[in-house]
């Protein structure tokens, strides 16, 4: 299956709030509530930051959001902070897949 | 608390083969219901799914790189390894054991091996 789309990058001043997006197709983004996002930072394994499209884990902030809107999931951030600069990743469940479908990435910037 | 651990060689010749295991600790590969696998990040690049394992022997392999990995457990020491031949400087990346369970995209991550194809 193809990977989910993503934005190379994003960019935003400490303080303001920025929406990721992640677009697949109606097999996996579009038909299932599961998706999830990684926040990975240089050197680190990703983290988890968002399950089943909106559900936060225990300790994430709770600035951390997510949405979907037909085959498109969303992550937005609010209140920035510096330490939210990072790669972000978001992974789909599709049938024909075990792990998911994986995002390109997005690099924030916190400006 | 479920605890993966990527172990190996930070650096193979080109043309051989790439071996890794993964050691799993606070969770029982025989019995459990997750699917068992390997993740890898080139430098400076996206995450790319190798392929993953099943406690009863079922793989599933990333097609383009089907020809050359092989994914395999040993349940009498909690463990699950990755092999992927023939490799090339392409192959140079992070290698992470991840696990899931069926139906979710909620992975567990080891903390990553580089692994640096090189003569």
Known sequence: ?111 | QLQLQESGPGLVKPSETLSLTCTVSGDSISSSSSYWGWIRQPPGKGLEWIGTIYHSGSTYYNPSLKSRVTISVDTSKNQFSLKLNSVTAADTAVYYCATAPPMTTVINWGQGILVTVSS
């Open chain 1, 1 to 111: 299956q193809s990977a989910l789309t993503q934005p190379a990058s994003v960019s935003g001043s400490a303080g303001q709030s920025i929406t990721i997006s992640c677009t697949g197709t109606s097999s996996d983004v579009g038909s299932f509530n599961l998706v999830s996002w990684y926040q990975q930072h240089p050197g680190k394994a990703p983290k988890l930051m968002i399950s089943e499209v909106t559900k936060r884990p225990s300790g994430v902030s709770n600035r951390f959001s997510g949405s979907k809107s037909g085959n498109t999931a969303f992550l937005t951030i609010s209140g920035l902070q510096a330490e939210d600069e990072a790669n972000y990743y978001c992974c789909s469940y599709a049938p024909t897949s075990t792990f998911g479908v994986l995002g390109g990435g997005t690099k924030l910037t916190v400006l």
